[in-house]
């Protein structure tokens, strides 16, 4: 044998076989290498989370924050009277306990019209409610129970909700009895346009996901506590496919407006607010503007005052500016609105004025919010009217809480067109008794919408007459 050639190849070989062995050991030495750091970094991450109070923290403070609410959360089961099929199916929304009376809220959308009522606590034992009352231009209605004993939820009331706050939002999303979300303030003040019945609005918007049902539930703060209400959401109208389920825009009535009405729809007494008689706008942004007029960078600008207002009484004119209301600055028209509205009339207010470059401060004595309104729209169609007291329903030979009077009607304007005349006593529209400057303004309302009305008045002579409106200028 050559041992000489042996010798030579020797060297290659033993090469050939390291790198056999490399190959075929190589992609399991890498996987257990992988393996080793993986197993290594995820026992570390398991200790670390273990042992990380803050995280532990947080969720066990959501899981108390869901033990305080639940017991004060209700389902709410409505059923209406009516003709076909959608009139007999039951709808669903939520409410929350207010105080150990059995008085329970939620919105007034979702017990409109309801034939009966049925609630469920978080046993799920049913009761039937009764309605209280309700305010449609807030929303808000109120309910009782009176067969069990019940757990008011706790109100921050005097707390202050800001912008990044964390909220939680409880109710029954499609009927999800018991569910609970959470997100931020996203903001406040925000107008959605939803109210059609001459209310205002003044939201707070959450992303925490609120859905159909959760309508009436509660929104809470991190201490379990009522910082408002759900009651919508935004959507986008030209997306149908998710019009009605949430899309990050969530709407929520603030519990001062709900304990303002609340208190005096369980009192029993109808709902007043204050009211100034003025049209408002935040101070334009134009920094030139402001330098040439002198004006504040800051405030409410009063655009317009209406005749015989309180803002008119008090001397109030268009162009001052309102520095400062209740002790506050820096105020913007939705919450100067706010506050306004969350006080009685009768109530007296000190205002910071800037005017030709002064500060002046007038007090103003709040008139009747509702009724400011209501005239105010009465003047957009040109009349000016009220509602007969029983001595001159009497007079008039009619029972009495019956018939509004025309006091004015201004020429060229949609009443004058539409041959309305002072001095009529309006006692039907389209079928349904008029006995208040809200049933006039709700009865005439069609006419801004190009529809005709039918109208039963009493005539200058007495005598009771019937007159069609009809669309557009003319008798």
Do not use: C
């Amino acid at each position: 044998m050559n041992t000489r050639g042996l010798h030579r190849y020797a060297p290659s070989v033993v090469v050939m076989i390291a790198a056999a062995v490399v190959l075929l050991a190589g992609p399991m030495l890498v996987d257990r290498l992988q393996y080793s750091q993986e197993s290594l970094t995820t026992r570390v991450a398991r200790q670390d989370l273990r042992s990380s109070s803050l995280l532990a923290q947080m969720n066990n403070t959501f899981e108390s924050i869901a033990r305080a609410v639940e017991p004060s959360v209700v389902h709410i089961t409505v059923e209406r009277s009516g003709r076909g099929m959608l009139a007999s199916l039951p709808s669903q929304g939520s409410g929350w306990v207010y105080d150990d009376q059995g008085h329970i809220v939620t919105n007034y959308h979702v017990i409109a019209d309801a034939s009966r009522i049925e609630v469920r606590f978080v046993d799920g034992l049913p009761h039937t409610a009764k309605v209280v009352g309700g305010d449609e231009s807030t929303d808000i209605a109120v309910l009782r129970i009176e067969s069990r004993r019940v757990v008011p939820i706790l109100r921050a009331t005097d707390t202050r909700v800001r912008q990044g706050d964390l909220v939680f939002a409880f109710g029954s999303p499609f009927g999800f009895e018991g569910s609970m979300s959470f997100g931020i303030v996203s903001g406040q003040g925000r107008q959605a346009h939803l109210n059609t019945e001459g209310g205002y609005e003044n939201y707070i918007q959450t992303d925490a996901a609120i859905n159909p049902g959760n309508s009436g539930g509660p929104l809470t703060n991190i201490y379990g506590e009522l910082v408002g209400m759900n009651m919508a959401i935004a959507v986008d109208p030209k997306d149908p496919i998710r019009s009605g389920r949430f899309t990050g825009v969530g709407l929520a009535i603030p519990l001062d407006i709900i304990e303002f009405a609340v208190e005096q729809i369980i009192a029993g007494v109808p709902i007043q607010r204050g009211g100034l008689g003025v049209e408002l706008r935040d101070m334009p942004s134009d920094e030139t503007l402001i330098a040439d007029l002198g004006l504040p960078e800051s405030g409410v600008l009063i655009e317009s005052v209406s005749q015989g207002s309180p803002a008119e009484a008090a001397g109030l004119q268009p162009g001052d500016v309102i520095l400062e209301a209740f002790g506050q600055s820096a105020l913007r028209v939705d919450t100067f609105r706010t506050m306004i509205h969350n006080l009685r009339p009768g109530s007296v207010v000190r205002l910071q004025i800037w005017r030709d470059k002064q500060l002046i401060p007038i007090d103003v004595v709040l008139g009747d919010w509702t009724l400011i309104d209501l005239r105010n729209r009465l003047e957009d169609l040109g009349l000016a009217a009220s509602a007969l007291t029983a001595e001159q329903a009497r007079a008039a030979g009619l029972p009495a809480a019956t018939g509004v009077r025309l006091e004015r009607v201004e020429p060229g304007l949609t009443a004058d067109q539409h041959g309305l005349t002072a001095s009529m006593i309006v006692l039907e529209i389209s079928g349904k008794p008029v006995a208040s400057l809200t049933d006039l303004v709700k009865g005439l309302d069609p006419l801004s919408r190009g529809e005709a009305v039918d109208m039963v008045y009493l005539g200058s002579d007495g005598q009771r007459r019937t007159r069609t409106l009809h669309v557009g200028p003319g008798r």
